[in-house]
């Protein structure tokens, strides 16, 4: 049987392309046996099988060719073994941080869920609400270009990816705004982090304690209403506003085409 494949051969057998097989040469990692002077033709026998099983094994283990390169360079159980050590500990973060972000879809579906199930838009509830963890960015917000940049700013601060925190972002606006009715007009942006152990300046929380609360159809720019419903439900009942409120948006544009679907949440904390 003939001992000598062309890098076609060699690429069909191994399931790879001759273009990566022309890199591994290029970079050192895989070279052939010979190589045809008059055609640069290269050629590879079976005893470089196992040397290119052994790439495609590492590479899949997430080892950089480099770390290849270096290890059949200079092939030592010692340092195999520390390589395997290494990548172990890389993978089991990469399983958590993985696990972190699967709770965070299975957090958000529930959200949405029970989203659509609301059905009594307008009305105001009292709700005793649990403390929830954040980062919050303190800063004048009074558009959307603002808001957007500011939600930036927050996630560069707090190295946050937004991608796994979408539908986790809210607003607050100050005491004195309430009472002055300058809803449109907020001084924090902040993302809920849920069981996320942020190590940031700027984490802290949304204290725990009572609440009234109200749901309404429409964004951020729909609030002004609803908050005077809230204010004048707070007044008739004799509560007291102890805090910013809390507004949030769990429906909007970028999750549904129709405006129907809108729905946004708005929080007061109070003593009753």
């Given at each position: 049987?003939?001992?000598?494949?062309?890098?076609?051969?060699?690429?069909?057998?191994?399931?790879?392309?001759i273009k990566?097989?022309?890199?591994?040469?290029?970079?050192?990692?895989?070279?052939p046996?010979?190589?045809?002077?008059?055609?640069?033709?290269?050629?590879?026998?079976?005893?470089?099988?196992?040397?290119?099983?052994?790439?495609?094994?590492?590479?899949?283990?997430g080892f950089?060719?480099?770390?290849?390169?270096?290890?059949?360079?200079?092939?030592?159980?010692?340092?195999?073994?520390?390589?395997?050590?290494?990548?172990?500990?890389?993978?089991?973060?990469?399983?958590?941080?993985?696990?972190?972000?699967?709770?965070?879809?299975?957090?958000?579906?529930?959200?949405?869920?029970?989203?659509?199930?609301?059905?009594?838009?307008?009305?105001?509830?009292?709700?005793?609400?649990?403390?929830?963890?954040?980062?919050?960015?303190?800063?004048?917000?009074?558009?959307?270009?603002?808001?957007?940049?500011?939600?930036?700013?927050?996630?560069?601060?707090?190295?946050?990816?937004?991608?796994?925190?979408?539908?986790?972002v809210?607003?607050?606006?100050?005491?004195?705004?309430?009472?002055n009715?300058?809803?449109?007009?907020?001084?924090?942006?902040?993302?809920?982090?849920?069981?996320?152990?942020?190590?940031?300046?700027?984490a802290?929380?949304?204290?725990?304690?009572?609440?009234?609360?109200?749901?309404?159809?429409?964004?951020?720019?729909d609030s002004?209403?609803?908050?005077?419903?809230?204010?004048?439900?707070?007044?008739?009942?004799g509560?007291?506003?102890?805090?910013?409120?809390?507004?949030?948006?769990?429906?909007?544009?970028?999750?549904?085409?129709?405006e129907?679907?809108?729905?946004?949440?708005?929080?007061?904390?109070?003593?009753?």
């Open positions: 049987m003939k001992n000598r494949f062309s890098i076609g051969e060699m690429a069909k057998l191994h399931h790879t392309t990566t097989l022309r890199y591994y040469d290029e970079i050192g990692l895989l070279e046996i010979q190589t045809d002077k008059k055609n640069g033709y290269r050629y590879y026998s079976t005893e470089q099988f196992e040397q290119l099983n052994s790439i495609h094994y590492l590479k899949q283990l950089s060719l480099n770390e290849i390169k270096i290890h059949l360079q200079h092939r030592d159980i010692n340092g195999f073994l520390d390589l395997l050590m290494k990548q172990k500990e890389w993978t089991e973060n990469k399983i958590k941080e993985l696990e972190r972000v699967n709770r965070r879809f299975e957090n958000r579906i529930k959200d949405i869920k029970q989203a659509r199930e609301i059905r009594e838009l307008g009305v105001v509830s009292i709700r005793a609400i649990k403390e929830r963890k954040i980062v919050r960015l303190m800063d004048n917000i009074t558009s959307e270009p603002q808001l957007e940049v500011s939600l930036r700013q927050l996630e560069n601060l707090s190295d946050m990816n937004s991608s796994i925190f979408i539908g986790g809210g607003l607050t606006v100050s005491i004195d705004h309430i009472f009715n300058k809803f449109n007009e907020y001084n924090s942006i902040f993302i809920l982090t849920e069981e996320e152990e942020i190590q940031s300046a700027l802290t929380t949304l204290p725990e304690g009572m609440y009234a609360c109200i749901y309404y159809n429409g964004n951020h720019g002004p209403l609803h908050y005077k419903t809230l204010l004048s439900y707070i007044e008739d009942h509560f007291q506003v102890t805090g910013d409120s809390i507004e949030r948006t769990i429906i909007d544009h970028y999750i549904s085409g129709s129907q679907d809108y729905l946004t949440e708005l929080q007061i904390p109070i003593k009753c």
